[in-house]
């Protein structure tokens, strides 16, 4: 996991339209940038539904929620159309961004394949300023949200 | 540098993860915790069905029979000939049960595996709130908990079998087969009815009855002391009360079988 301080990694992925989504692009945004290890799987769908609910939240402190995994970007379009996501969902099929944030897994690890259910709360400035190891899926927004308001208030 | 064994569980050779359509909005949050809590009810219900061991429903079929023809002043090969039908009507008629009883677990299992998906389908957080509920019940931190019930799902085989396990505390593996059980059975049954029939195979008679008592009774005190010590009770206490379940039954029948056949005999 990347502390906070950190500047977060630069990446240019496609999204489940196959846009092409960068970090530099959100410059001047806060960023929430959440990694979920498996598309359409219980956890990951609670967790974006509860991001998904508090989209107008988010909006309201200018930040930008944006998934990413080790999915395909058809995987990632079943994904976010059926459960209305109106985030975009980002595919890193090489594992490199997710190496650079590291959130891989140990090869050895039974799901190496999936990436760890961790969170970036990044600022507009392209900095890390929270990093969440995930385990409450569905009581995520409202500890991010909480944060961000804590950090907008001391900016 | 040599390889390190791996440790922890042995991964499957390809993780196969629950990716089933998932309503993107849960519509009744009552009513599925609801169905949930019922379900679990019923199944726990129908699984603690009492453990019946054939020996002993032989022993006390046969003995109450023996004792009622014989009481009745049948004829030592009537006696006979009763008691060797009953072993083998019973023995059967256990064997058949069985296999019904097993097959409709198997069933029930299949049809609990659908129910699960759909929940999952439904309202999947409530069965993620339920399998980290149990687990912190069983002494995970509440993290861990969360973490384990989200990453379970990674893999749809192992997940569906816990939160069966778990939820409704059947475990698929430990179903058996209904041929296996119901040729237990009939073994159970058979070797049970056995015991108070032997005696009338070398004699009749007040002598024959009272062998297939005392038989009987040593028998249950076998069988009644296994069942105690198997689930952790008094071992005399359990062969007792079987002796005295055996003696109750075995003389209320003799006693009505005295009455019938004096009635008609």
């Not at chain 1, 395909?72 to 109106?86: L, M, P, Y």
């Amino acid at each position: 996991v990347l502390y906070p301080g950190t500047p977060a990694p630069e990446f240019t992925l496609p999204d489940q339209n196959g846009n092409a989504v960068s970090l530099a692009g959100q410059r001047g945004h806060w960023v929430l940038l959440w990694w979920y290890p498996k598309a359409s799987t219980p956890g990951c769908t609670v967790e974006g539904q509860a991001l998904r609910d508090k989209a107008d939240d988010f909006r309201s402190v200018d930040c930008v929620v944006i998934g990413i995994s080790f999915d395909t970007s058809a995987d990632n379009k079943v994904f976010a159309d059926t459960q209305e996501f109106g985030f975009a969902l980002l595919s890193d099929l090489d594992h490199e961004v997710g190496r650079s944030y590291e959130v891989r897994r140990r090869p050895d690890d039974q799901y190496a394949e999936f990436p760890l259910r961790t969170s970036y709360l990044i600022d507009p400035d392209g900095v890390i300023r929270k990093a969440y190891a995930v385990a409450d899926v569905a009581g995520q927004p409202e500890g991010v949200l909480k944060d961000l308001a804590e950090l907008s208030a001391g900016t | 540098m040599t390889d390190l064994p791996v440790r922890g569980g042995k991964a499957p050779a390809r993780v196969r993860p629950l990716r089933i359509p998932i309503d993107p909005r849960v519509t009744d949050e009552a009513s599925d915790s609801a169905a949930l809590a019922a379900r679990v009810a019923q199944v726990a219900r129908g699984g603690a069905r009492a453990a019946v061991l054939g020996v002993n429903d032989g022993l006390v079929t046969n003995v109450c029979l023996i004792l009622a023809v014989a009481g009745a002043n049948a004829s030592r090969t009537n006696v006979r000939l009763a008691g060797f039908a009953s072993l083998i009507a019973g023995s059967f008629s256990m064997a058949a049960g069985e296999w019904v009883s097993v097959r409709s677990q198997v069933e029930l299992f299949s049809g609990l595996l659908d129910e699960l998906r759909r929940l999952v389908s439904r309202n999947p957080r409530l069965i993620l709130d339920e399998l980290s509920a149990h687990l912190e019940a069983t002494g995970f931190g509440r993290e861990t908990a969360q973490t384990a019930s989200t990453e379970l799902p990674l893999d749809e085989p192992r997940f569906v079998r816990f939160a069966a396990t778990t939820l409704f505390g059947i475990n698929p593996d430990e179903l058996g087969s209904p041929a296996t059980a119901a040729g237990t059975s009939l073994a159970n049954f058979a070797a049970g009815a056995l015991v108070p029939l032997v005696p009338w195979f070398f004699t009749g008679g007040v002598l024959a009855t009272w062998l297939s008592i005392v038989l009987t009774g040593l028998a249950s005190l076998v069988v009644g002391g296994i069942v105690s010590r198997s689930s952790g009770r008094g071992v005399a206490r359990g062969a007792l009360r079987q002796l005295a379940i055996v003696a109750g039954a075995s003389a209320v029948t003799y006693g009505i079988g005295r009455a019938f056949g004096t009635a008609v005999g």
